[in-house]
């Protein structure tokens, strides 16, 4: 058994200021066996091991998308192109293949082309004919019928924090390889129930998704079906086919499947409004947190999901205002202010920066900060979370001020986040000491956070990642979709 893998994977926040291009993506892309021999988790990974067990040739063909990061702006069409028609190209090149496994992220947003992860299924489909295409997506992916139309079967990951990536990609590649022995005959369905959520509302351990999930769980338990997974989308790429989407993949029973993805769809409809709860300013999340400490709930996680330059300030701003004690901000990223510290300063030396407030007309205004730099370099350490624990992770230049009073500010060359407790010991932040951590993260944090703090308190700060979605102004995104099409809008409700 011959299986070709491919990876071409981004998140797309369309709000964000730079454009995806080759020469972002190229250093960070692998080809051929460089891919197998870097393999640690993931997807990839997980195909690797079910076609490891049946003795299967894999023909590993690109490995593209996965760095610079999230937050870069649409993909141009030569960049969509280029990797896309690689794939192709490796297939071609290859010979007859049994079948192809593809990790797609399923939020990509590229120029030109509306639809891209059906775009690359149908462009593959040209090379390898009726061979099994079966594709594996994030849970932010915005999908629809396009996709399951052109691809075998699609598989959603099930977890936000995402700790299942490489269960998934094991799952897919067992899938495919029944279906190439001829014991699975993958029927698949989608339904979208035209609801579109902000990201920090998607805890998989949470209502509303843990419920979908847990009526996903029920059906799963049935002998013909193999896959039930909600994607609730992501909502910071402007695109037609945002928004959740619910898919069933069956063992040879399309009107199951059917079945299934509605009801798991009109489940979600019914709980549309438990996707966009109020949840308190900047002002009221940290009288919040006082609060809470006030009564020896401590330390307390403020989430600023909104986020998604680095550099924003509302937090910062308002813990000084409201003066919290023990706080620490692991990033605010600002590399004109770190690389003049760098040429300026040295650890020990007094200093008074403005920092932050400069990328986006959402980031708040820049903040006047004074006090003792007690670390400046660039460490590199491990982390120890659930979250890519054991994974090494190189910073850029990091500088941390202590401002009194046990508060921390991190001032860092590019945005800098801290999903368990390596980011702050590397800088030397004694985590047991705070009362206060800042993070610029909507749920990946709560993997090891929830097992620390005694509070998570999700802020709607503003930022190109909000909470509250009308503050964002979108033109691709379908008229009807809950809660800010155009049929939703206030003025015309009223
Ligand atoms: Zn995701």
């Keep these: 058994m011959r299986v070709a893998i491919a990876e071409f994977f981004h998140e797309t926040c369309t709000f964000c200021p730079d454009p995806t291009t080759i020469e972002l993506l190229e250093p960070h892309v692998r080809r051929g066996q460089a891919i197998l021999d870097h393999l640690t988790g993931g997807y990839m990974h997980g195909y690797k091991q079910a076609l490891d067990e049946v003795q299967a040739e894999l023909v590993p063909l690109l490995e593209a998308g996965g760095a610079p990061g999230p937050y870069t702006s649409w993909l141009d069409t030569a960049c969509f192109d280029k990797y896309t028609d690689e794939i192709v190209a490796g297939l071609r090149e290859a010979g007859e293949v049994d079948g192809v496994l593809l990790s797609l992220h399923g939020a990509m947003a590229v120029q030109g082309v509306p639809k891209p992860e059906a775009e690359i299924v149908r462009r593959v489909r040209q090379a390898v004919g009726d061979k099994p295409i079966i594709v594996t997506l994030d849970l932010h992916a915005n999908e629809d019928a396009e996709l399951t139309d052109v691809a075998d079967a699609v598989f959603v990951i099930k977890t936000y924090p995402h700790l299942d990536t490489e269960q998934t990609g094991y799952a897919a590649a067992r899938c495919l390889i029944d279906t190439i022995q001829g014991r699975f005959q993958p029927r698949q369905a989608l339904r979208k129930p035209g609801i579109i959520s902000a990201s920090i509302y998607q805890a998989t351990d949470y209502p509303p998704v843990r419920t979908l999930l847990e009526r996903c769980r029920e059906w799963e338990k049935q002998d013909k079906v193999r896959w039930v997974a909600v994607a609730p989308g992501f909502a910071y790429a402007d695109v037609p086919d945002v928004g959740l989407s619910v898919i069933a993949v069956t063992n040879g029973d399309q009107a199951l499947a059917d079945k299934i993805a509605q009801d798991v769809s009109d489940l979600a409809w019914s709980l549309r409004e438990s996707f966009c709860q109020p949840l308190p300013n900047p002002q009221e999340a ?158 990946h944090h709560r993997a090891f956070w929830d097992t620390v703090a005694k509070a998570d308190i999700k802020v709607d700060a503003p930022g190109i990642g909000v909470a509250d979605l009308s503050t964002l102004h979108y033109d691709n995104v379908p008229d009807d979709i809950y809660p800010i099409g155009r049929k939703w809008h206030k003025e015309e409700v009223r």
């Design 286 to 443: 940290v009288a919040e947190a006082l609060a809470l400490i006030r009564q020896g709930q401590r330390p307390v996680v403020l989430a600023d999901g909104a986020d998604r330059t680095g550099d924003s300030t509302h937090m910062l701003q308002e813990l000084l205002n409201q003066g919290v004690k023990n706080f620490a901000i692991p990033g605010i990223a600002d590399p004109v202010v770190a690389k003049q510290l760098e040429a300026t300063a040295q650890v020990g030396d007094k200093v008074k920066v403005s920092v932050g407030g400069w990328a986006s007309e959402f980031s708040g205004a820049p903040v006047e900060i004074s006090g003792v730099i007690e670390f400046m370099g660039r460490p590199k350490y491990t982390l120890v979370g659930p979250m890519g624990k054991g994974r090494q992770v190189q910073d850029g230049l990091v500088i941390r001020l202590n401002l009194g009073y046990n508060n921390h500010v991190v001032i860092s060359e590019r945005m800098r986040g801290a999903n368990d407790s390596a980011g702050f010991t590397a800088v030397g932040i004694d985590v047991d000491s705070l009362d206060v951590v800042v993070l610029k993260d909507r749920v």
